[in-house]
């Protein structure tokens, strides 16, 4: 491409140079805020200094600390991304819009998942040529993870992810008109624990005003851990790293040296007298809360805005079928299995997505749509079905791509209907346009779904 055709943005901190495709604009690694470095790992986000003369935006941002995960013959590559990209500067937002001509087009921004401890904006998955297609600005982010993230510390703020997602947010306020959006039409939108972020968000007071619209996909209202609970991941993981628990202690360490102790945090017990572990064992890192957030509603921005929230039908499929092995499971095996899946998907995810919506639809003066997404992928000899993430290549609209496929692709060796990928994506894009996906709003009273897919 001309280097001379280039698109350059102008925003407060700087000059930013994307390129142009055939979908529109993209602008890559963008930072909404200071790099966090030593000391500065354990701290809120800090404003980003800015700089002179043009930032190349064409290249991806290096991405948080993060450990790489096992999914057996299963790849989800396109899901976690590369893994851990070394780099100070992660702090970032990738943008994708039709044109950055000041245009005011509905924004959405992608709040990943991958347990509070993986992913990042370079996953394939998470291509945004879709939304800008249709005249969406897609704005995709960066948070900490892991220890960084979410470990609660003495002399540290707690949730330090969620500040950074709630700082992103703010750069979304303030710059995002210079690529083309409107920033009285934002919608975030997540999927697990980036869906559980976006519920909090829901229950944060200081996000009134930031965002329009939320979707949450495969989250949970319920899934924070108390300071109890977080407690006793603070105290293995400084027995680990034979330290005091302690933000001024931690941030001695490198960053090579959490991720090394991360087995050491596996499989807590972190039942208490008054709580279940929301997560099953499956993370040592959540939200620390003293209330769940779709107890907490009312204290955030929650009656102003409108929620789209649902489920996959077999979401425990990715962890049991089993421990993400599914090729291994003989015939007598996969109805025990899917009974187990089913009870664990409703841990995870059911249970606390019910009571979200339930919650949102008797506070809010902002409707409330729900879905379950139901189409059964068939990677994994035909077993991994309605799977935890399988809904993902819909909302994007890239379930034709071939790095999906195949037996040990997240969508199987058949294709994708394609008739399904339009439906769901076009979904998305109306309720971040009008707040109406195309089915009627949720009523407590009688909690019926949309069925997306069979």
Sequence with gaps: MNRGADPVVETAAGAVRGVRDDFGEFYRAIPYAAAPIGAGRFAGPAPHPGWSGVRDGTRPSPTAPQPVRDFGRLDLTPYFGPGWVPGDEYLTVDVRTPAADRGRRPVMVFVHGGGFVTGSTRAALYDGSAFARDGIVLVTVNYRLGIPGFLDLAGAPANRGLLDVLAALGWVRTTVAAFGGDPDNVTIFGQSAGATLVGTLLATPEAKGLFRRAIMQSGSGT??????????????????????????????????????????????????????????????????????PADGLAAGPARDVDLLIGTNTEEGHLYLMPQGKPESATEADVPAIAARSAVLGDALFGAGTARMAQAHARISGGRTHVYSFAYRSTALNGRLGAAHTVELPFVFDVADKPWLHGDSGLLGADPAPGDLAARVHAAWVAFAGTGDPGWAAYDPHRPVAEILGS
């Design 223 to 292: 899934g924070a851990f108390t300071p109890e609970q977080a407690h006793r991941v603070t105290a293995t993981a400084a027995a680990a790293l034979g330290v005091e628990p302690s933000a001024e202690a931690f941030a001695a360490i490198p960053d090579e040296r959490f991720l090394e102790i991360l087995p050491a945090l596996a499989g807590l017990d972190l039942r208490t007298e008054t709580a279940t572990d929301p997560l099953a064992g499956l993370s040592p890192f959540s939200l620390v809360l003293a209330v769940q």
